[in-house]
């Protein structure tokens, strides 16, 4: 009898966020990563939705890493019924512990500040996705794997754990899959994020060969970071900061809290060591980064350049910030610095406040160093907005904005191809996902001169295939809870704020009382007029 298989993609597809995908048999179901949607204001509500699959049906979760875009929704995935095992290596096991609390505490203290909002608005209060609390209670469901050795983790299904490079503790996830035990099973290989081949704290990424199947990611699918090299980045950094230096001024560095900020601190304290950079006190103003850097110290060992990371962690030029106060006070600083803070897209954290204190500031500089998905305060700002709002203020734009790519975790085009090569061959079928569309078109153009591999297919949001078959098959179905045009993109949320700040430069644009009437006028008499689309 034919094996039963399903894939279905719950998240992650057309989109760089929201990472899910469950594997469906008979005897049981697996779910790979269950990640929090980040984006468009659009995207992020599917956070709040309920799951579309039946939490306590789940067998067993595996998590390829701990950042928050694979492993966010995990406390609401307990908190809604699942009750099995979470498999994941050790380095994902102890930085979980530390970023689904933080999780946790952030959307609480955003929920707090929100229903004040609402309150005064006569809008009714809203609840936290997860609280602190259930993130701590989830934590007991993780069950930690080494590298290399299979690990059975459900009926029919076992998964072995390689290295992808990308941040302590990540992992592409092997899993072969079978009816009885006795014929061939049929093989996958989730990706996950895998890493670029200039990582300063992790090794190459590593895989299988010979699958059936391959699901792999393509943040950068469109890019080409030819030439990269770890003294390159130092230089290219090292310039960026000698042109943001300002007697009075500041360098904000959105990041993300784990590996980033570490990577960042190594290279700032190499420059400063070899005195290409003056000594320029860092600021590392995050609670988590903090909690994430002990975790890092405890596996220095594993880790490449582990020792460079404690000799940059013991710097008296690095000071981490743990409390509101302390975050406060880097405001009253008058000499040049720099601050790095979460979350790396703007989205949440210390850094929004940071941004609306020196946004403003022709003296400050904000520096990007990792991808800005489309419709979050980090995009919006990388492609130039002169105003914005932060925490419902208006706040005009002066700083420089910057963008250095190179201390991204995730490989580019050439590399994504090069690892999917040293996979080969692959039989049945390659899914490519966690990426916008013109990543994901242009890796799957790409691929599409290899041998020994299919023509890559691009899924969409809810899609499902059954792959009882030699290939691949979508199952035709309703219900998508978004369409593909509303993946990956800006939404009307993003339209509508760049709408009001249009209108308030336009009136703030007119000439005397009179012109402002005028433009006021035509704005009603617009909305007057019947839908002309």
């Given at each position: 009898m034919p094996l039963s298989l399903r894939l279905h993609f719950y998240g992650a597809a057309r989109t760089v966020t929201g990472s899910c995908f469950l594997l469906e048999t008979d005897a049981a179901r697996v779910l790979v990563d269950c990640g929090m949607f980040q984006g468009s204001k659009t995207e992020r509500e599917l956070n709040y939705q309920h799951f579309p699959f039946r939490p306590a049906g789940v067998s067993a979760l595996c998590l390829t890493h701990a950042h928050i875009d694979h492993s966010g929704l995990v406390p609401k995935l307990v908190k809604a019924g699942f009750d099995g095992p979470i498999y994941a290596t050790s380095g994902t096991t102890d930085l979980a512990s530390i970023m689904l609390p933080d999780s946790g505490y952030i959307?609480?203290?955003?929920?707090?500040?929100?229903?004040?909002?609402?309150?005064?608005?006569?809008?009714?209060?809203?609840?936290?996705?997860?609280?602190?609390?259930?993130?701590?209670?989830?934590?007991?469901?993780?069950?930690?794997?080494?590298?290399?050795?299979?690990?059975?983790?459900?009926?029919?299904?076992?998964?072995?754990?390689?290295?992808?490079?990308?941040?302590?503790?990540?992992?592409?996830?092997?899993?072969?899959?079978?009816?009885?035990?006795?014929?061939?099973?049929?093989?996958?290989?989730?990706?996950?994020?895998?890493?670029?081949?200039?990582?300063?704290?992790?090794?190459?990424?590593?895989?299988?060969?010979?699958?059936?199947?391959?699901?792999?990611e393509s943040t950068y699918g469109d890019t080409d970071r030819d030439g990269t090299t770890i003294q390159r980045r130092r230089r290219m950094l090292r310039d960026e900061v000698r042109a943001a230096m300002r007697p009075s001024g500041?360098?904000?560095?959105?990041?993300?809290?784990?590996?980033?900020?570490?990577?960042?601190?190594?290279?700032l304290m190499e420059l400063m060591e070899a005195g290409e950079l003056p000594d320029i006190p860092v600021f590392i103003d995050s609670p988590l980064a903090s909690k994430a850097t002990a975790v890092f110290k405890r596996h220095a060992g594993e880790l490449k350049n582990g020792s460079d990371l404690i000799q940059a962690l013991e710097s008296r030029w690095v000071r981490f910030t743990e409390s509101v106060e302390q975050s406060k006070a880097i405001d009253r600083i008058h000499s040049f610095h720099i601050i790095i803070a979460a979350?790396?897209?703007?989205?949440?954290?210390?850094?929004?406040?940071?941004?609306?204190?020196?946004?403003?500031?022709?003296?400050?500089?904000?520096?990007?160093?990792?991808?800005?998905?489309?419709?979050?305060?980090?995009?919006?700002?990388?492609?130039?907005?002169?105003?914005?709002?932060?925490?419902?203020?208006?706040?005009?734009?002066?700083?420089?904005?910057?963008?250095l790519d190179l201390y991204s975790g995730h490989a580019d085009g050439p590399e994504l191809k090069a690892w999917l090569s040293d996979r080969l061959p692959v039989r049945r079928g390659i899914f490519l996902v966690h990426g916008e569309d013109p990543a994901l078109k242009a890796l799957q153009s790409s691929l599409a001169g290899l041998e020994h591999a299919p023509g890559a297919v691009i899924p969409e949001i809810d899609d499902v295939y059954d792959l009882a078959g030699e290939t691949a098959a979508r199952i035709e179905r309703g219900g998508q809870r978004l369409p593909a045009s509303s993946t990956g993109r800006r939404d009307w949320h993003n339209d509508y704020a760049e709408l009001l700040l249009d209108i308030d430069n336009a009136i703030a644009a007119a000439a005397d009382r009179k012109s402002k009437g005028v433009v006021i006028r035509r704005i009603r008499d617009a909305l007057k007029e019947p839908d002309r689309a």
């Open positions: 959307q609480e203290m955003e929920v707090e500040q929100l229903n004040r909002r609402n309150s005064r608005r006569g809008l009714e209060r809203v609840s936290p996705i997860y609280t602190e609390e259930d993130a701590v209670a989830s934590l007991s469901h993780f069950r930690p794997v080494p590298y290399g050795q299979w690990q059975n983790v459900a009926p029919g299904f076992r998964a072995r754990y390689w290295n992808a490079g990308h941040l302590l503790g990540s992992a592409s996830i092997e899993m072969e899959v079978s009816s009885d035990g006795s014929e061939k099973p049929v093989r996958f290989l989730f990706s996950g994020d895998i890493g670029p081949d200039h990582k300063l704290l992790q090794p190459d990424p590593d895989g299988p060969r010979d699958l059936d199947y391959v699901i792999l500041a360098l904000l560095i959105p990041s993300f809290a784990v590996e980033r900020t570490q990577e960042l601190l190594v290279d979350s790396g897209m703007c989205e949440a954290g210390r850094i929004r406040h940071h941004l609306k204190s020196w946004l403003w500031r022709d003296e400050a500089t904000v520096l990007f160093v990792g991808f800005q998905a489309q419709g979050t305060l980090g995009r919006i700002l990388q492609e130039g907005a002169s105003k914005v709002r932060i925490h419902g203020e208006e706040i005009q734009v002066r700083a420089r904005m910057r963008t």
